[in-house]
Structure formats: structure tokens, C-alpha cells
């Protein structure tokens, strides 16, 4: 499902497309994990990709990345 100009969300580790949230137990410390990749390219990935395609396609284009931590606690 593309959700803005040249976005397209991939399969994540449920096999779903789409975002579902965590689900650690009430009192723990969720750590969120994202890694950010400056591409010289536009991908042209279908939506549902796997993380793998994902990797393929972008091994050979990235310029920068960055790593994005937060945290939650419930």
C-alpha cells in the first residue's frame, strides 16, 4: 500500500503490510529500532517486499544511515 509519494511499506516480521505495534508485557521497556537509508535512487520495490528485496535493491545505492532508537514503557 503506497502511503505518500515514493513510499511503500514492505512486510514486516508479522508477514503483514503494515504497522502493528509491539506487545511487550505491561512494566517493560520496548526499545524501537529503525535504521535510515540516504539513497542516489528512487526504489521501485513492490509493496509487500520483504526485507531481503529491500536489501538487494538498496546494497549498491546507499549514501548515508543513521540509526533511530526510541522507547516505550507500558
Known amino acids: ?3 505518500a509519494d515514493h513510499t511503500t ?3 514486516n516480521d508479522s508477514e503483514k503490510v503494515c504497522y ?3 506487545y511487550s508485557p505491561l512494566g ?3 526499545h524501537y529500532r529503525f535504521t535510515l537509508y540516504a539513497l542516489d535512487i528512487t ?3 513492490e509493496p509487500g517486499a520483504t526485507v531481503e528485496r529491500m536489501s538487494d535493491a538498496i ?3 546507499i549514501l548515508a544511515r543513521g ?3 526510541g522507547t516505550s514503557q507500558q
Open 67 to 69: 540509526l533511530l532508537t
Open 28 to 30: 517493560s521497556t520496548h
Open 20 to 22: 502493528d505495534g509491539s
Open 9 to 11: 511499506q514492505g512486510r
Open 43 to 45: 526504489l521501485d520495490l
Open 59 to 61: 546494497r549498491e545505492q
Open 1 to 3: 500500500m503506497a502511503i
